[in-house]
């Protein structure tokens, strides 16, 4: 494992993201959207450093199955997901690639009538994007390596970790 974002690095980004969020939707009624699992580690950090009301939401989708590193068909549930109409939404997830999550998930959301929807997402690995959709923020773009820690996991391990990884073929 080699480590590719140390954890002053993430939260002095996070902690800019914060800021230009507060500014960006000051007296707005702003939900933050989280997508589950990969998100959690970002999302916690990131509503710390948002000092103007919001509330914070839940949406669960998975793409990766298993020990695969390769997407799979998207599911995603809104179960979790509060009332957002009217709302002005940031959908936050760990990591854009194809887009194809990011996509589908604001796709669904959409058709709740929020009053506006953005993304966020911690990672971006630009050359890998699949479909006409830009994340509107974003914390890092990373090369196309498989990454892990900071909410991201391989088979479910390394999520807990305070950095972010790349892991090495041979670990796969
Ligand atoms: P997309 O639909 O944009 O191709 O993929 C986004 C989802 O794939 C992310 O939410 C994340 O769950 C997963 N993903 C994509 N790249 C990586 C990676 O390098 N590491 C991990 N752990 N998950 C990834
Ligand atoms: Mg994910």
């Known amino acids: ?77 809104a179960d979790l997901l509060p009332e957002i109409k009217g709302r002005d939404v940031i959908l936050i997830d760990d990591i854009f690639d194809t887009g194809n999550t990011l996509h589908g998930i604001m796709e669904l959301v959409q058709e709740k009538n929020p009053n506006s929807l953005k993304s966020a997402v911690l990672l971006w690995k630009e050359d890998r994007q699949e479909i006409d959709l830009t994340p509107d923020y974003h914390s890092f773009k990373i090369p196309n390596e498989f990454v892990v820690g900071y909410g991201l996991d391989y088979n479910d391990d390394y999520r807990h970790l305070p950095y972010i990884a790349t892991l090495e073929e041979a670990e796969l």
Request: glycine share 8%.
């Open 1 to 77: 494992m080699k480590t590719l974002l140390t954890s002053d690095q993430i939260h002095e980004e996070v902690s800019r993201l914060g800021k230009q969020i507060s500014l960006e939707y000051e007296n707005r009624p702003l939900t933050i959207l989280g997508v589950l699992t990969g998100s959690i580690v970002f999302l916690a950090d990131l509503i710390r450093n948002i000092d103007i009301p919001l509330r914070v939401g839940l949406i669960q989708a998975s793409s990766y199955r298993g020990t695969s590193t390769k997407a799979g068909t998207l599911n995603i549930s």
